[in-house]
């Protein structure tokens, strides 16, 4: 491995890093300007053109905030649940193909820092890790809605993680592989939400409950549970779990636009003299951009419009509904696939 | 169920498309109405002379306690307002101030109006005190500032002579 190779993934690793972070505080934006529009308001409007400073604005008031630990809250465990929350977070995407190969500085450079052949597994195994975060941050608080909420997430994470595994699996059999890079290129001719409906509504909802996001936002109820597992957080402790939910929304959404959207394939745009054949495959990033847009737009859409669904209606809902479902369309997708033969 | 949340969607899509009814609150301010209660206003009459006889009716009428008034001697070389005294001191602590408006009723000489200023913020307790000099409303066009001095004899009733009421 030459020192090419290796700045190439620094670099590559870096840009994911930074615009996961700053992908997350332009959530936060996207999201109260798209609900405040869904209530008949106006949104966040006075930091900057548009608003346009409000993440800003909101991460140096965080900082500066107070950083408190509660006295019988167990220490060690307090501090690094937020950390065990957030990295997981981060590196889910790593394997998530941005582009195809473009040529820069007379180098082939692959659009997407790793593609592992089991890529899919290694998404799954990542986003499970980062319950522990939740619950030990529940747990290490000494906070009885804090605790609540602990527990509330690692059944509901765990009730609605076979279905979402079971999800990944209709498109990996029509693909025929676990890479997101093959994945992708098996789209080609039609994306996977048209070949798999049920597999998409299946992820689509299972990654509602995966990430906490309403209608599925039980671990941290506000009415019932303050603010559930981050209760005793404050500062930039309380600001690195908001990170992680907002950046697994957008890594949900990415995978989402991979799995089933054809990720970064969009129409050829070569013809445009702008663009021609030189800039065309710098376009992946784009088209990805854009579907993850669309996809965070649908999350975003459902909070507005779904009242929280109670708890046992939620346990019920991911092992009496979504489970069989979801093994029903595997079992269907095997079989077509075994008898069309991919 | 299913058919609900697409009727929910279809909704929220919908307002998303609809003009924000936000007031974008220092820039735009919404009107009040004509019967609003807000910070209180010492009125003057057209020549000047300020209405407030410093009576202290609307201190005891004040049920937060939130009213301080003293009164001084008028005479014809220093007078402020008709008749024999005057409030030397007039002091509302608005953060005592429930804006319920007994004051208003309780005044003889329609003195105090609650005005229709609700911006009110103050960074320090002994802000929220407002005295006279904040208070009062100017002098109108055509009035002089008081202390006047006017002819003896002239300004010998406290309480204006009641007429038919108009209003």
């Not at chain 2, 609700?118 to 002089?144: C, H």
Request: aromatic share 10%; hydrophobic share 50%.
């Amino acid at each position: 491995m030459d020192f090419g190779t290796i700045l190439e993934w620094i670099i590559k690793a870096l840009i994911i890093v930074l615009s996961l972070t700053a992908g997350f505080a332009y959530t936060t934006l996207y999201e109260r300007k798209v609900l405040a529009r869904m209530q008949v308001r106006v949104g966040p409007n006075r930091a900057g053109p548009g608003g346009l400073l409000q993440p800003i604005a909101d991460a140096v008031k965080l900082i500066f905030k107070e950083e408190l630990i509660p006295a019988d809250a167990d220490k060690l465990v307090f501090i690094v649940a937020p950390v065990i929350t957030v990295i997981p977070a981060l590196v889910i995407t790593a394997v998530v193909p941005w582009g195809g190969t473009v040529n820069l500085f007379g180098r082939q450079v692959v659009l997407q820092l790793t593609d592992v052949p089991v890529g899919v597994l290694w998404i799954l195994s990542v986003t499970s890790i980062s319950v522990y975060g939740i619950t030990l941050a529940g747990w290490s608080s000494n906070n009885k809605y804090a605790m609540l909420g602990g527990l509330r997430s690692t059944a509901q994470m765990i009730s609605y993680e076979l279905a979402l595994g079971l999800a990944y699996v209709g498109p990996i059999l029509i693909a025929g592989s676990m890479s997101m890079r093959d994945i992708v290129e098996a789209q080609q001719k039609l994306p996977f939400f048209i070949l798999q409906p049920v597999a998409f509504l299946v992820y689509l909802i299972a990654t509602l409950a995966e990430i906490n996001r309403a209608p599925f936002d039980m671990p941290e109820a506000e009415q019932e549970l303050t603010a559930g597992y981050h209760t005793e957080y404050s500062s930039m402790k309380f600001a690195l779990f908001f990170m992680a939910e907002y950046i697994k929304m957008v890594a949900v959404s990415m995978i989402g636009a991979t799995l089933f959207f054809g990720g970064y394939l969009g129409p050829d745009l070569s013809f445009i003299p702008v663009i021609g054949p030189a800039i065309n495959p710098w376009m992946g990033p784009v088209w990805l951009f854009l579907k993850t847009l669309i996809w965070m737009f649908l999350i975003i859409w459902l909070r507005a419009t779904l009242p929280r669904i109670r708890y046992d209606r939620l346990m019920a809902l991911g092992w009496k509904v979504m489970f069989p479902v979801a093994l029903a369309s595997v079992i269907v997708t095997a079989t077509v696939v075994l008898l069309v033969g991919g | 169920m299913i058919r609900g949340i697409f009727t929910g969607l279809w909704t929220t899509l919908r307002s998303m498309f609809t003009r924000p009814i936000t007031i974008q609150y220092p820039e735009e301010k919404r009107p009040v109405r004509t019967r609003f209660r807000g910070r209180h206003v010492l009125k003057r009459y057209d020549n000047g002379l300020e209405k407030c006889i410093g009576c202290s009716l609307c201190a005891a009428a004040c049920p937060a306690d939130a009213i301080f008034v003293e009164a001084a001697e008028n005479t014809d070389e220093k007078r402020f307002s008709p008749g024999e005294r005057y409030a030397s001191t007039y002091e509302i602590n608005m953060l005592r101030c429930i804006y319920c408006g007994f004051c208003e009723d309780a005044c003889p000489t329609e003195a105090i109006v609650l005005g229709d200023n609700y911006e009110l913020s103050f960074t320090d307790r002994n802000q929220s005190i407002y005295n006279k000099e904040m208070l009062i409303e100017p002098v109108p066009a055509g009035g002089k500032p008081t202390p006047q001095v006017t002819p003896a004899g002239v300004f010998t009733r406290s309480v204006p002579e009641m007429k038919d009421p108009a209003d």
